[in-house]
């Protein structure tokens, strides 16, 4: 069964608002990878986190890193049609080069 | 990084034909993958393509079905055989550059199947 979880599927929001989604594991994980897909594109890597309670920033994201290295998120301020696209955690369960890829959450901006 | 160059972009197939689909690296990789990505779903993997032995294939997925080749550190082929409906989906293949880069994608694979 799917080993990362990750909400909200969808996410609709007014062009200028924020939007975060949330990535969760049962076990422990070495990192976490957060990428985005386009629609019709393919998967675009964006960051890597590995340490506990790790946050780095990317213009207007932010990825955030649990303590227990179990969950992470990742915030978008005052969305753009740019940030249009699903966006997917992903992180090695099974092995150290194999990803599983969470549910991924899909979000539309409303202009 | 890596350029990766997937082929054919997309193709629209009869039951039960075989199609394969290419990966070609710029540059020679340990690692590479292919994931199916149905519609509006995540991506699975589906193996592991190992230079010079058999994929490692994940739960759900056999080599009679998907049978893979990797006879150079950059290039691969993914076979989807005997296809049906429900093989319609995206086909990715990726790569690992090691030293803790991540995987890096190809632009994918649009199947359909009739």
């Known amino acids: 069964g799917q080993q990362v979880m990750q909400i909200p599927q969808y996410q609709h929001v007014q062009e200028g608002e924020d939007f975060t989604t949330y990535c969760n594991s049962s076990?422990?994980?070495?990192?976490i990878q957060w990428y985005k897909q386009r629609p019709g594109g393919h998967p675009v890597f964006l960051i890597q986190?590995?340490?506990?309670?790790e946050v780095k920033k990317q213009k207007r994201l932010t990825f955030q890193f649990g303590e227990a290295k179990k969950n992470s998120s990742l915030h978008i301020t005052a969305t753009q049609t740019t940030d249009v696209g699903t966006y997917f955690c992903?992180?090695?369960?099974?092995?150290?080069?194999?990803?599983?890829f969470g549910t991924g959450t899909r979000l539309t901006i409303i202009p | 990084s890596a350029v990766i160059s997937q082929k054919p972009s997309r193709d629209i197939c009869q039951r039960g034909t075989s199609l394969t689909i290419q990966c070609q690296v710029d540059?020679?990789?340990?690692?590479m993958f292919w994931y199916r990505q149905q519609p509006g779903q995540s991506l699975t993997l589906i193996a592991t393509?190992?230079?010079?032995?058999?994929?490692?294939?994940e739960s759900g997925f056999v080599i009679d079905k998907f049978p893979i080749s990797r006879p150079n550190l950059t290039f691969s082929t993914l076979t989807v055989s005997n296809m049906s409906p429900e093989d319609s989906s995206i086909y990715l293949c990726?790569?690992?550059?090691?030293?803790?880069?991540?995987?890096?994608f190809g632009d994918g694979t649009r199947l359909s199947i009739l």
């Open positions: 540059s020679q990789v340990t690692m």
């Open positions: 076990t422990t994980l070495s990192n």
């Open positions: 990726s790569v690992d550059l090691g030293g803790n880069q991540p995987q890096h």
């Open positions: 992903a992180a090695p369960i099974f092995g150290n080069e194999k990803l599983t």
């Open positions: 393509a190992n230079q010079g032995s058999e994929a490692t294939y």
């Open positions: 986190l590995v340490k506990s309670g």
